[in-house]
């Protein structure tokens, strides 16, 4: 059984440019989230997509969006970057139910370098 | 607002002995939940230990245990027989029910001596 995988696992971009991230739920999974975890931090969440609607978003810009796909699976997007959007960018899946739970899967993650 | 404190940024301990990570969190719900995750080197954020807070009984996963004060809004990490494996970042985290999201602390850094 596949965990969440995330692709690409390391990427550098300039400053400007734009980056698509992307995420393969856990399997019977329907749920992601995207974290965003800078240097020696916490995760912080990004937002959640559930039916191919985002359901609940963090304090991040709208230069930060999501699709999600009828596979389940996501895309992070992030425009114009800034050397501050260098990260590591992690997803997590979970079950509609894991409001009972509270247990997310998370992935590898995707490295990204803004210079 | 929610928080999660870890006011332990490094922690060290001996081979086979036993260590305890500190996290405080601040909330006015009164039906969450709260997590242990490690994070490895190899990045996957894997959950450690889950504990729902209508139960007062603290969750215990083999070599792991949690000591949860409600009311002190304390929730620590106890890790006996410590192994090498061990040795990787341990994050705190909170979601309150029908929260939708997981609010982490910034981290501590254990590290396993032989």
């Known amino acids: 059984d596949a965990g969440v995988t995330q692709s690409p696992t390391h990427l550098i971009k300039t400053r400007g440019q734009q980056v698509t991230l992307r995420c393969s739920p856990k399997?019977?999974?329907?749920?992601v989230s995207w974290y965003q975890q800078a240097l020696g931090q916490g995760p912080q969440f990004i937002f959640q997509?559930?039916?191919?609607?985002?359901?609940q978003r963090g304090n991040f810009p709208d230069r930060f969006s999501g699709h999600q796909f009828p596979n389940y699976s996501s895309e992070l997007n992030v425009n114009a970057l800034l050397l501050g959007d260098s990260a590591l960018y992690l997803c997590?899946?979970?079950?509609?139910?894991?409001?009972?739970?509270?247990?997310?899967?998370f992935g590898e993650g995707s490295r990204l370098t803004v210079l | 607002a929610q928080t999660v404190t870890q006011s332990q940024p490094e922690m060290s301990v001996q081979e086979a002995e036993t260590v305890t990570l500190s996290c405080t969190y601040d909330?006015?719900?009164?039906?969450?939940?709260l997590f242990w995750y490690k994070q490895p080197p190899s990045r996957q954020m894997i959950l450690v230990i889950r504990?729902?807070?209508?139960?007062?009984q603290n969750a215990t996963e083999n070599r792991f245990s949690v000591n949860f004060q409600k009311a002190a809004k304390s929730f620590s990490l106890k890790i006996s027989d410590s192994q090498l494996g061990d040795a990787a970042m341990y994050f705190c985290?909170?979601?309150?029910?029908?929260?939708?999201?997981?609010?982490f602390g910034q981290g501590t850094e254990l590290s396993v001596k032989p």
């Open positions: 985290a909170y979601i309150y029910n029908q929260g939708g999201k997981l609010i």
């Open positions: 997509y559930y039916e191919e609607e985002e359901r």
């Open positions: 997590a899946s979970s079950s509609e139910g894991w409001r009972n739970t509270g247990e997310l899967f």
């Open positions: 909330t006015s719900e009164s039906d969450y939940y």
């Open positions: 504990q729902e807070a209508y139960k007062q």
């Open positions: 399997s019977g999974h329907d749920t």
